[in-house]
T-cell receptor
Framework: NAGVTQTPKFQVLKTGQSMTLQCAQD?????MSWYRQDPGMGLRLIHY???????DQGEVPNGYNVSRSTTEDFPLRLLSAAPSQTSVYFC????????????FGSGTQLSVL | DAKTTQPPSMDCAEGRAANLPCNHS???????VYWYRQIHSQGPQYIIH???NNETNEMASLIITEDRKSSTLILPHATLRDTAVYYC?????????????FGQGTILTVHP
């Protein structure tokens, strides 16, 4: 049982490039979410999804897009990367019956130059 | 969601109990208290949660005051591996699952 898998672990982008951070879970969880964590700060919610085909914005959604075509996958797209998006990104999932017991991935460290 | 207040840092000797406080004076009746921790550069890990009653699991105990305005997470026998940032979060329970807001938490340092 792999849990929540994030790829890549590290990524360096140039300003203006686009890319997709991948997140997959094999626990059949309905709820999935993306957080970013900047140095010395807590985690901030970017986007979340309560099931396939349903997404919603979190606290800091600007510059990011998401979609949820399957239960397993919840990719995060950076349309035009900016240095302010340099951060560590965490994906999390949860079964609806245990709403807030989140299972986190190991993170993606992103640097935008 | 109710706001939480935690001390920025705490120290604990290895083998002793670590007691991490959290103030949530504006908590409402249907809001749960959740605790997570984050060991350096890893994803956060769920520890425990509760509504009114004290809770215990294999990792920790959660003590919630009778008026529910504060709580304490207890690690009964802290080890060096418990050094981490501990987050106290308050969120509505039931079917309104979704967002969890992580503040800056408490940095717990367990020393030999």
């Amino acid at each position: 049982n792999a849990g929540v898998t994030q790829t890549p672990k590290f990524q360096v982008l140039k300003t203006g490039q686009s890319m997709t951070l991948q997140c997959a879970q094999d626990m059949n969880h309905e709820y999935m979410s993306w957080y970013r964590q900047d140095p010395g700060m807590g985690l901030r919610l970017i986007h979340y999804s309560v099931g396939a085909g349903i997404t919603d914005q979190g606290e800091v959604p600007n510059g990011y897009n998401v979609s949820r075509s399957t239960t397993e996958d919840f990719p995060l797209r950076l349309l035009s990367a900016a240095p302010s998006q340099t951060s560590v990104y965490f994906c999390a999932s949860s079964p609806t019956t245990q709403g807030k017991k989140l299972f986190f991935g190991s993170g993606t460290q992103l640097s935008v130059l | 969601d109710a706001k939480t207040t935690q001390p920025p840092s705490m120290d604990c000797a290895e083998g002793r109990a670590a007691n991490l406080p959290c103030n949530h004076s504006t908590i409402s009746g249907n809001e749960y208290v959740y605790w997570y921790r984050q060991i350096h550069s890893q994803g956060p890990q769920y520890i425990i949660h509760g509504l009114k009653n004290n809770e215990t699991n294999e990792m920790a105990s959660l003590i919630i005051t009778e008026d529910r305005k504060s709580s304490t997470l207890i690690l009964p026998h802290a080890t060096l591996r418990d050094t981490a940032v501990y987050y106290c979060i308050v969120r509505v329970g039931g079917t309104s699952y979704g967002k969890l807001t992580f503040g800056q938490g408490t940095i717990l340092t367990v020393h030999p």
